[in-house]
């Protein structure tokens, strides 16, 4: 059960974390009437990119994601060598952390709880989480917010 558990860990943290931005449907464009006025937008209305930087100099979206010492595997095995279950409890805990340059996990706030169990035990989990490979931005390391699910089965 733990390994299903962190292999949906995983899944979950690399599909919303770290995907690719999701690509826009195209729609078909009116042609104009003739009598109607036409508009030309040589530039974007906004700009190219997600990236926010917020208080404290914290990026929500780097060029290089930060990365769990192992990959997704590296998680995944840490999480199910090291998570403590919880009888009787199923349910889904996400994280929110920041990856700092030096690759150490902080601001651990939890924003999606389920009991005050499971949010203790992936507390602890990050806490103890070996140092990750930061994120970068134009080469440089960068204090990087991350989403991370933590699944209690």
């Known amino acids: 059960m ?3 558990a962190a292999a949906i860990l995983c899944l979950c943290a690399w599909s919303t ?3 690719p931005p999701q690509a826009q449907q195209q729609q078909a464009i009116p042609k104009p009437k003739p009598d109607a006025q036409t508009v030309r937008i040589d530039e974007p ?3 190219p990119s997600r990236q926010i930087i917020l208080k404290g ?3 929500n979206y780097a060029e290089i994601f930060p990365v769990f010492p192992g990959g997704d595997k590296g998680f995944k095995d840490y999480i199910t060598k090291n998570i403590r ?3 009787g409890v199923q349910c889904r805990v996400v994280a929110c952390v920041v990856i700092e340059k030096n690759g150490s996990v902080s601001n651990i706030k939890i924003i999606r ?3 005050a169990k499971t949010d203790r035990e992936a507390i602890r989990l990050l806490k103890h989480s070996p140092r990750w490979i930061p994120g970068k931005q134009k080469g440089k390391p960068v204090r990087v917010q991350y989403y991370l ?3 209690f089965s």
Request: charged content about 10%; glycine content about 14%; aromatic content about 10%.
């Open 113 to 115: 709880s389920c009991t």
């Open 17 to 19: 974390a770290c995907g």
């Open 45 to 47: 209305v906004c700009g």
């Open 2 to 4: 733990k390994i299903f």
């Open 149 to 151: 699910p933590i699944l």
């Open 85 to 87: 279950t919880i009888k």
């Open 57 to 59: 100099g914290i990026y």
